[in-house]
């Protein structure tokens, strides 16, 4: 029979037994399984004409993370650099993540800010102003040239 430590009280889950009898059952190489991806945790939210997000990616360093945005959609991604530590069990997941979410037109997305601090990346873009929405005026032409040259001309 093989024997494994139980540390009592450690914890008030009453599953962590469980967990530590199945350190013991399991093959190394099973114990170390982890997910193929992280994903982090996502909130959205709009106040006070601001677009807000939250994006929780505990254990990541500041400069590991990128926040790219084309059109309306913001993704986050980076890495969770592996702590070097003897044999163990552990559940985090290290590697690289990805999170996008799409964003309502009605907001700047050329104004975005982001702060990150203690594990929690937010991301703020204000509401685009009425006064603010350009107003593009087109050019009627007699003659068909640019994307019309593509048509069929009608007879």
């Known amino acids: ?16 037994l469980f967990d530590e009898f199945e350190k013991g059952f399991w093959p190394k190489n099973v ?3 982890q997910a193929d991806e992280m994903f982090p945790k996502l909130e959205l939210w709009e106040e006070n004409d601001v677009f ?8 990541v360093d500041k400069d590991s993370i990128n926040i790219d945005i ?4 913001i993704s986050v991604s ?9 044999e163990g069990y552990s559940e985090k997941y ?23 601090e203690n594990g929690v990346l937010s ?18 032409k007699s003659e068909r040239n640019g994307i019309f040259e593509r048509q069929n001309p009608s007879s």
């Open 1 to 16: 029979m093989k024997r494994f430590e139980i540390a009592p009280l450690r914890s008030v889950n009453p599953f962590a």
């Open 31 to 33: 114990r170390n399984f």
């Open 52 to 59: 807000f997000a939250s994006v929780d990616i505990p254990g």
């Open 70 to 73: 084309n059109d309306d959609i």
């Open 78 to 86: 980076g890495e969770r650099k592996e702590e070097k530590k003897s």
């Open 94 to 116: 290290y590697g690289s993540f990805k999170r996008s979410f799409r964003v309502p037109n009605s907001y700047d997305l050329e104004k975005v800010e982001a702060h990150f």
């Open 123 to 140: 991301l703020a873009a204000p509401r685009i102003q009425e006064s603010e929405k350009p107003v593009k005026r087109i050019e009627i």
